[in-house]
Each structure stands twice: as C-alpha cells, then as structure tokens.
C-alpha cells in the first residue's frame, strides 16, 4: 500500500523551504549591503580610477559567470542541487573575509572578484530549487526571495551608516563586521530539504544549451543586450558623492542607497505577483523603461532633492527587472534542463557586466554625465527589442 503524499509544508502560501533560502538571502545580504554603498569610496580611496571601478564592478559578476551554467548543468545532472548553494554562500563568505585585509585596489579586486565565484556557483542551482517549489507561482516565489535580499540589504546599508557615522570605524574593519555576519548565512541551508531529483546521467552540456528553446534564446540575447544599459551601481554612488563634501561625501551616498534598497524591497514581491497575473513580458518592458528614465535623469539633473526620486526610481527598475527576468527564463524552460536554463542566462548576464562597467568607467572619464547617457539609451533599445520579438514570437 503506498503511502499518502506528505503535503507540502507552506506559510501564507510560500513554501517553507523558499522562506529558508529567502532567510539564507537576508542575512548574506545584511553582510553584503555592508560592503556595497562604501566598495567604490574604498577603491578610489586606494587610488582606483573610474577605469578601475568600471573594472572591479564588472569582474564582480563576470568572473563568476562562466560557473554559473556549470553549476546549474551539474545540478541538473546530478539531481543536486543544496551541495552547491552551500559550497556558494560559504566561498563568499571566505573571500569577504580576506577583503577586509586588502591594502591596495588591486587586492580589493582580486578579493572582491573571487567572493563572487561563490555567487557563481549558488545562484542558478538555488533559482532552480526556488522555481521547482513555487511552479504555479514562480512571480511570487522570485519576489519573496528578493525581498528577503533587500531587507537584508536595508539593515546591511543603515549597519555601516551607523558603523561609519556614529562609531567611526574605518572600511576595513566594517567589511571585517560583514565578513563575520556572513558565516551566519549558513545556519538555516542545514534545514533546507532537497526533493529527490532523477539524475540525468545522459545529458551533456551541449544537449543541454542545445535544447533551450528559441524564445529563451531570444530572451537571453535580449537581457544580455540590456545588461550593457545596467552598468556597475558604483556609478550610481560616486555620481551621488559629487556633490558632496567631508564626512557627507561618504554619509549621504550611504544613505541614499539605503533608499534604493527600501524601494527595491518593497516594490519586489508585488511586482513578482503581478508578473504572474498580467504576464512577465509587460512588466519586464516596464522595469526596461523606468530603468532608462532613470539613468536620463542621473545624466540630466544633479542636486539632492532629484537624486532622492533617482535612487527611489533606481530601486523600483531593480523590483521589476531582477526577479521577473528569472521567473521568465524558469517559465520558458522545461524542469530538467532548468537550472542550465538559469545557468545560461546567469552566465550571458555576467559575461556582458564587465564590458558594460568598462564602458561606463571610461565614458565617466570623459564626462560623469555621459555613462548614464549611454546607459539610458542602450535600455530604450532593449525595450524596443522585446517588443518587436515578442509580437513576432507570440511571447506571453
């Protein structure tokens, strides 16, 4: 007699292992968000230029972006998919911790660059568990998970205002702080239960990528495409510092990515649920759009009072674009090859960030307006893109 399915065990209709990933999230996020918005003011600090930030912020996720497709295809292949999001967070969390003893910009981007393997090797294997558990809802799913990471972030942003403006400690002991928070971030994985997948010893990389359907190919190009439009965030704070001076030069910057992370948390989810309702490509467009209006606005008005409705404008893009391109990518590809799905779509992302912030750090050079520019224009474009193809394609 066989036994009854054990139902699965679920909290306001998310289910319990998607809220353990998502607690995962907040708190490597709250470590993370304590480097982020001071990353650019210690790199100059050590001399970087804007080349040089374009470099680092690049190499943060294009390094990583080649073990993204390897470790959502393996995931795949083995039916696996926790070891790697483990050996992920932990790689990180190894690496944010020998940051904190960087001296010069180039061990900040060799450290810096190296803690993101760890993301490399996490992210497409915990988007694949993330999108088999919430199936009929995968918006919500997605959403939840990044809110989890932007709260986690909005805690991180005020800890190192905090620590920087009322404690006075210096960049490198707070990145020591985040470091050691990080480690946390591995408590609840040991709770998480991996559903027993068919290991799927037959398929090859190739088959694989070979298997990914047209319109997903299409949508990768596409995402890839306006990837170049979304240059490093590092742009977005030293844009902010111009127009500051003394200790305000490092404390207002804080605090208004502290407000582009509010808005990135609380937009995320409804912007998932929505997705699920209307249809990802209307809302992925929309993101395209408001991400473009923003970076126009960064190039064309330069005051505090502007910079407040920008950086809440930047955050809300982000709410619209980061989730949903993945839940579209999941609904585009069928369950055993989606972590290679997820992979390559990582990996194309990744691979198009270090040109995108090489371009911008140069443009930056010649003017500070003229990345934002660029990158105003280059999002136009990908709207266009989308919904050209999608008409042609019937995407939904």
Do not use: C
């Not at 990515?257 to 937009?267: K, Q, V």
């Not at 209307?282 to 991400?291: D, E």
């Not at 194309?348 to 371009?359: K, Q, R, Y």
């Amino acid at each position: 007699m066989n036994n009854p399915k054990k139902p699965k065990k679920e909290y306001f209709g998310i289910d319990k292992d998607v809220l353990l990933l998502t607690t995962v999230s907040f708190i490597n996020d709250l470590s993370s968000e304590m480097i982020m918005p001071i990353l650019p003011l210690f790199i100059t600090s050590l001399g970087g230029s804007s080349v040089v930030v374009g470099l680092i912020g690049g190499l943060k996720d294009s390094i990583s972006s080649i073990l993204k497709v390897i470790s959502g295809y393996y995931s795949d292949k083995t039916g696996r998919r926790k070891v790697f999001v483990f050996a992920g967070y932990l790689t990180s969390s190894i690496f944010k911790l020998l940051l904190s003893f960087s001296t010069t910009w180039f061990g900040v981007l060799f450290f810096s660059a190296f803690e993101r393997v760890g993301k490399g090797v996490r992210t497409a294997p915990r988007d694949a568990i993330i999108s088999d558990l919430m199936a009929e809802k995968r918006g919500m799913g997605f959403g939840i998970q990044r809110a989890g990471d932007t709260f986690g972030a909005i805690l991180g942003s005020v800890g190192v205002l905090i620590l920087f403006w009322y404690l006075y400690y210096d960049f490198r002991e707070i990145i020591l702080i985040s470091a050691s928070l990080s480690f946390l971030a591995l408590v609840p994985l040991y709770f998480l239960k991996e559903k027993k997948k068919i290991k799927r010893q037959n398929l090859s990389l190739k088959i694989g990528l070979k298997n990914l359907s047209t319109p997903l190919k299409l949508f990768i190009l596409i995402s890839g495409i306006f990837t170049l439009a979304n240059f490093s965030y590092m742009f977005y704070i030293l844009k902010a510092q111009t127009i500051f001076t003394g200790r305000l030069a490092i404390g207002a910057p804080i605090i208004l990515y502290i407000l582009f992370n509010i808005f990135y948390g609380i937009f995320a989810l409804p912007f998932g649920v929505l997705s699920d309702k209307i249809g990802r490509k209307k809302v992925i467009i929309f993101g395209y759009l408001i991400y473009a209006i923003t970076a126009f606005g960064f190039a064309l008005f330069n005051s505090l009072n502007y910079f407040i409705i920008l950086f809440a404008l930047y955050g809300i893009s982000y709410a619209i674009i980061e989730g949903n391109q993945r839940a579209y990518v999941s609904d585009l590809s069928s369950e055993y090859i989606r972590g290679t799905a997820l992979g390559t779509f990582h990996t194309i992302v990744g691979l198009m960030a270090l040109p995108s912030s090489l371009i911008a750090g140069y443009l930056w050079s010649i003017d500070p307006n003229i990345p934002f520019i660029y990158g105003g224009i280059v999002a136009l474009i990908s709207s266009m893109l989308f919904i050209i193809f999608a008409i042609k394609f019937k995407l939904s």
